[in-house]
């Protein structure tokens, strides 16, 4: 079992950067494939990115070269950081993990960003 942990989320102005973080509890951190997702209250939630153990990362056209993933395996963290704020970007954040072995899937408790000015 994993349990996920977010932390970071906050009131941004438009333009600004926040980080968030997630970390992971077990000892297995490395074998999983985390990533971060998105929600519209109502609506689905959407991948924002994830990022392999080897630190490779896959974002999401949506938030291309404004969001970034980065992962630090001695400390089971995983920090999403976002530059360039849009008032659209006003979601809740989702960490997600994925224990690719035996298909597993985690979720942490959900972080609102607002971002207004």
């Known amino acids: 079992q994993v349990q996920l942990v977010e932390s970071g989320g906050g009131l941004v102005q438009p333009g600004g950067s926040l980080r968030l973080s997630c970390v992971a509890s077990g000892d297995f951190f490395r074998l999983l494939l985390m990533g971060w997702y998105r929600q519209v209250p109502g609506k689905q939630r959407d991948l924002v990115g994830t990022?392999?153990?080897?630190?490779?990362?896959v974002i999401d056209d949506s938030v291309q070269g404004r969001f970034t993933l980065v992962r630090d395996n001695d400390k089971s963290t995983v920090h999403l950081q976002m530059n360039s704020l849009k008032p659209e970007d006003t979601v809740v954040y989702y960490c997600?993990?994925?224990?690719?072995?035996?298909?597993?899937?985690?979720w942490g408790q959900g972080t609102q960003v607002p971002v207004s000015s």
């Open positions: 997600h993990a994925l224990q690719r072995s035996t298909k597993a899937v985690y």
């Open positions: 990022i392999t153990n080897g630190g490779m990362t």
